[in-house]
Nanobody, 121 residues
């Protein structure tokens, strides 16, 4: 089992920045692909970014150039630095852990409880 706890969400004005954190416990963090997904009201959960065990990164087109994913295996934590935030980034952000490198949420076995990000215009 892997337990994931997100933090760092909040209310920010458009153009601002936030850094989300996801702390993991349980099985060896460094063995897992870590991903960030988000779900806006009335919409399905969508892929945001993923980072492989070797540090390879993938981003959704909607966040490329604005968001950066990183991981610290010593701290068992994955981060999502979000810059130039837009109102359409408003959502609950979830981190997930997967044994496979994937942008599909069904490949992620473990999830956190989510953290709310609200971007005002």
């Amino acid at each position: 089992q892997v337990q994931l706890v997100e933090s760092g969400g909040g209310l920010v004005q458009a153009g601002g920045s936030l850094r989300l954190s996801c702390a993991a416990s349980g099985r060896t963090f460094s063995n897992y692909v870590m991903g960030w997904f988000r779900q806006a009201p009335g919409k399905e959960r969508e892929f945001v970014s993923a980072i492989s065990v070797n540090g390879g990164r993938t981003y959704a087109d909607s966040v490329k150039g604005r968001f950066t994913i990183s991981r610290d295996n010593d701290k068992n934590t994955v981060y999502l630095q979000m810059n130039s935030l837009k109102p359409e980034d408003t959502a609950v952000y979830y981190c997930g852990a997967s044994a496979y490198y994937s942008v599909r949420q069904y490949n992620y076995d473990y999830w956190g409880q989510g953290t709310q990000v609200t971007v005002s215009s």
